[in-house]
């Protein structure tokens, strides 16, 4: 497979405004987004409690086995479970509680290992299977997708208000007819049931079936020469091999497109990469984008790329369920929140000590418990079989919009309670770190970090922090006055220490934790990793570089 087609995805090229004269065609959208915003914001008003949510989905699956193991009574319509019976009876869960059910599905049986003929997980039919968004590990984690009308509706709300929150702040104009998306399309695999599994983003491309290729900015930063080359012919050079990404692009293209390629040429020849985006599509207005979580430290260089042209947030939308949308989308990632929707499922709150690393406990509390300031791992119950499930998300409090919470998006959960950063203080320790390589490196040595791990090594004592990272280009910029480099970085290296967070400051001040360790990688060490996940079934768009090991 070569460099460009690991970086497939979709474009989307949608008509806007077939003709500027239709004020009809405008009138009616601005009804529909007005309407669309008054229906989501009774939505958020209405069901305050979020207890309406959990009883329409306890009524509509009250024929579950998994259920019914926990409240024998859930299919009686005379005696309602309501939100204490529920959380006091079902115990909170993660994926390996379902992991046996979900192989069950996978390969074509909806029954309970005893044959029992209730449902295991939910009483809609299964259409598919999604891999876990934004995994770090090497296996991915399937998540069912059932056909549910009730879960459809639920989250026809949340896509609706999102897109009227985009319209809001950037009204359609009839002299830009359309508008560009770029989706990350992997391939679709079948499980042994016969069950289509792919990534949550490649859905709509499994229902419509368009795909033609197109660069991510780092391979266009590398490769600007072959794509004007391919643009002058009208044609993707001989690396790409793929057929029917290969007859997609001349479809395109329409024939050899000289005057592009000049124009791309002149562009990319000056090697000023700062605000590229609109130099090569000067009308464009935005950039949508997923800018928290550990996307954020991509931000700095997207919004270099980007220079004026404004980064829109994206929506706090998992494979499980949608869980809240970006109202306020033109703030930056430490900025951005996110007002929880009632209506999308059940939602709980399980208290997280930043001080300790880990959850207090298993008392959960729910919306109108959750207090402002406090940090959470979300628990959900969706309409698609997962109940008092962990997301594995640790968001904090930010303030309410009415009555529904206003949520900060910290970072992932930690996989073990012996962990010494954590993933939020790391990114955090990373962005000073790199500030510090920029003021400090002098004389053509600047260094730009691109990627970034962490891990715990327990057999030294006492344990030790080890960091790796990956500079651009480092093969040549750490080679030309290799001695001065490490000087230079080993001076940085006390200020990356110093922002890892008060959590390893004790234990680092108390002798528990050896000095720190850094390692620069190979250029190309992620990508190798990026491969190996791939290998072993990650689709590559869902794929997120662990932060903590």
């Known amino acids: 497979m070569s460099e460009w087609d690991h970086h497939i995805v979709n474009v989307d090229i949608v008509k806007v405004d077939e003709h500027a004269g239709e004020n009809g065609s405008r009138k009616r959208r601005q009804q529909e987004a007005e309407s669309c915003e008054d229906y989501l914001q009774l939505s958020i008003e209405k069901h305050l409690d979020n207890a309406d949510t959990l009883r329409s989905i306890l009524q509509h699956q009250r024929g579950v086995h998994y259920l019914q193991g926990y409240l024998p009574d859930v299919g009686d319509h005379h005696h309602p479970i309501d939100a204490a019976t529920f959380r006091r009876s079902?115990?909170?869960?993660?994926?390996d509680d379902y992991a046996d059910y979900i192989n069950q599905l996978a390969d074509g049986h909806n029954y309970s290992v005893d044959h029992d003929p209730r449902h295991i997980l939910s009483v809609d039919p299964l259409d598919c299977f999604f891999y876990s968004s934004g995994t770090s590990t090497m296996k991915p984690k399937l998540i069912p997708y059932f056909d549910s009308a009730l879960s459809k509706a639920a989250s026809q709300i949340a896509h609706q208000g999102s897109a009227a929150v985009l319209r809001r702040s950037f009204p359609p104009?009839?002299?830009?007819?359309?508008?560009?998306?770029?989706?990350?399309?992997?391939?679709?695999?079948?499980?042994?049931?016969?069950?289509?599994?792919?990534?949550?983003?490649?859905?709509?491309?499994?229902?419509?079936?368009?795909?033609?290729?197109?660069?991510?900015?780092?391979v266009l930063e590398s490769k600007w020469e072959q794509l004007c080359d391919d643009l002058e012919k009208g044609s993707p050079c001989a690396e790409i091999k793929d057929v029917q990404m290969r007859d997609s692009v001349v479809e395109v293209l329409g024939g050899p497109q000289p005057d592009m390629s000049i124009r791309f040429r002149s562009i990319f020849e000056t090697k000023d990469w700062s605000g590229i985006l609109h130099k090569l599509w000067s009308n464009v207005r935005y950039i949508k984008c997923v800018t928290t979580g550990s996307m954020k430290q991509y931000y700095s260089k997207l919004k270099y790329y980007a220079g004026e042209v404004p980064l829109v947030g994206g929506d706090y939308f998992s494979s499980e369920c949608c869980v809240a949308i970006n109202l306020d989308?033109?703030?930056?990632?430490?900025?951005?929140?996110?007002?929880?929707?009632?209506?999308?499922?059940?939602?709980?709150?399980?208290?997280?000590?930043?001080?300790?690393?880990?959850?207090?406990?298993e008392e959960t509390v729910d919306v109108c418990g959750a207090?402002?300031?406090?940090?959470?791992?979300?628990?959900?119950?969706?309409?698609?079989?997962?109940?008092?499930?962990?997301?594995?998300?640790?968001?904090?409090?930010?303030?309410?919009?009415?009555?529904?919470?206003?949520?900060?998006?910290?970072?992932?959960?930690?996989?073990?309670?012996?962990?010494?950063?954590?993933?939020?203080?790391?990114?955090?320790?990373?962005?000073?770190?790199?500030?510090?390589?920029?003021?400090?490196?002098?004389?053509?040595?600047?260094?730009?970090?691109?990627?970034?791990?962490?891990?715990?090594?327990?057999?030294?004592?006492?344990?030790r922090l080890k960091i790796f990272i990956e500079p651009k280009d480092c093969d040549t910029s750490l080679q030309y006055k290799l001695q001065e480099s490490i000087v230079l970085l080993g001076e940085c290296c006390y200020s990356l220490e110093e922002g890892l967070g008060s959590m390893y400051k004790v234990q680092r001040n108390k002798g528990d934790i050896s000095p720190l360790s850094v390692s620069i990688l190979k250029c190309g060490s992620f990508d190798r990793l990026l491969k190996l996940a791939t290998e072993n079934g990650t689709p590559a768009s869902q794929y997120k570089s662990p932060k903590v090991i």
Not at 90 to 95: A, D, E, K, T
Not at 182 to 206: C, E, N, Q, R, W
Not at 397 to 416: C, D, H, I, Q
Request: aromatic share 12%; hydrophobic share 40%.
């Open 90 to 95: 079902v115990p909170l869960s993660c994926y």
């Open 329 to 361: 989308i033109k703030q930056p990632p430490d900025q951005t929140r996110f007002v929880m929707l009632p209506t999308a499922a059940y939602f709980e709150f399980l208290p997280f000590d930043s001080a300790e690393n880990n959850v207090v406990g």
């Open 371 to 463: 207090e402002i300031g406090k940090m959470y791992e979300v628990v959900v119950t969706t309409y698609r079989g997962f109940y008092r499930y962990r997301l594995g998300d640790i968001v904090r409090v930010a303030g309410f919009y009415n009555s529904s919470p206003l949520l900060e998006f910290v970072m992932r959960a930690p996989k073990t309670s012996y962990e010494i950063v954590t993933e939020g203080d790391l990114m955090a320790a990373m962005e000073t770190f790199q500030l510090v390589l920029r003021n400090t490196m002098s004389m053509g040595m600047a260094i730009e970090i691109m990627e970034f791990t962490s891990s715990t090594d327990f057999g030294s004592s006492p344990k």
């Open 173 to 218: 104009r009839p002299e830009v007819c359309k508008r560009l998306v770029f989706i990350y399309a992997d391939s679709i695999t079948t499980t042994k049931g016969g069950f289509k599994v792919m990534a949550a983003s490649s859905f709509p491309l499994h229902r419509r079936n368009s795909n033609v290729p197109s660069p991510s900015l780092w």
